[in-house]
């Protein structure tokens, strides 16, 4: 899809508050308000824009335990990894998961209400899983940078 100076001006500003009114978003992107309109639709129907969400505070919200959690497989067959992707796309638990080189196959992002909540999700929810041979679990200390952003516009 090719952005136009105007389109990349909307979605930064989308981005970084989608609930602001089609009369602000079409003044930052130096549209109309019809030519903002439309364009939001375009994105919409062509996927770039996937959906609007509310971004919340994970430890406002009980979850006081996150952790980078690194998954080996059993065995690299396209059986497993169809499986335990399947798996991991159902457990809430879970808020991203990427398939990564190195000697780990997945890591994956995880939130816990508590040390008990982990030990438990870890040893019932991953553990058990028969294409799972191992996981090691890197506790975060402090989130530094967290955005949502893509660096639409440069730098």
Same mark, same amino acid.
């Given at each position: 899809?090719?952005?136009?100076?105007? $389109?990349?001006?909307?979605?930064?500003?989308?981005?970084?508050?989608?609930?602001?009114?089609? @009369? $602000?978003?079409?003044?930052?992107?130096?549209?109309?308000?019809? &030519?903002?309109?439309? /364009?939001?639709?375009?994105?919409e129907e062509?996927?770039?824009?996937?959906?609007?969400?509310?971004?919340? $505070?994970?430890?406002?919200?009980?979850? !006081?335990?996150?952790?980078?959690?690194?998954?080996?497989? !059993?065995?690299?067959?396209? @059986? #497993? /990894?169809?499986? *335990?992707?399947?798996?991991?796309? +159902?457990?809430?638990?879970?808020?991203?998961?990427?398939?990564?080189?190195? +000697? /780990? $196959? %997945?890591?994956?992002?995880?939130?816990?209400?508590?040390?008990?909540? %982990? !030990?438990?999700?870890? #040893?019932?929810?991953?553990?058990?899983?028969?294409?799972? /041979?191992?996981?090691?679990?890197? *506790?975060?200390?402090?989130r530094v940078? %967290? &955005? !949502? @952003?893509?660096?639409?516009?440069?730098?």
């Amino acid at each position: 899809m090719q952005l136009t100076a105007a $389109d990349k001006r909307l979605l930064a500003a989308l981005q970084s508050d989608v609930t602001r009114s089609q @009369a $602000d978003l079409a003044a930052e992107a130096g549209m109309s308000r019809t &030519s903002c309109w439309r /364009r939001v639709r375009e994105f919409e129907e062509a996927g770039l824009i996937r959906g609007k969400v509310a971004l919340l $505070d994970p430890k406002l919200a009980g979850f !006081t335990i996150e952790v980078l959690l690194l998954v080996a497989m !059993t065995e690299h067959t396209d @059986a #497993n /990894r169809l499986s *335990f992707e399947q798996h991991v796309r +159902d457990l809430p638990e879970v808020l991203e998961c990427f398939s990564v080189s190195g +000697d /780990r $196959d %997945y890591m994956l992002q995880v939130v816990a209400h508590d040390m008990d909540s %982990y !030990t438990r999700f870890l #040893n019932t929810q991953v553990l058990t899983h028969e294409t799972v /041979r191992s996981a090691s679990s890197t *506790f975060v200390l402090k989130r530094v940078k %967290y &955005s !949502t @952003a893509l660096p639409i516009g440069g730098r």
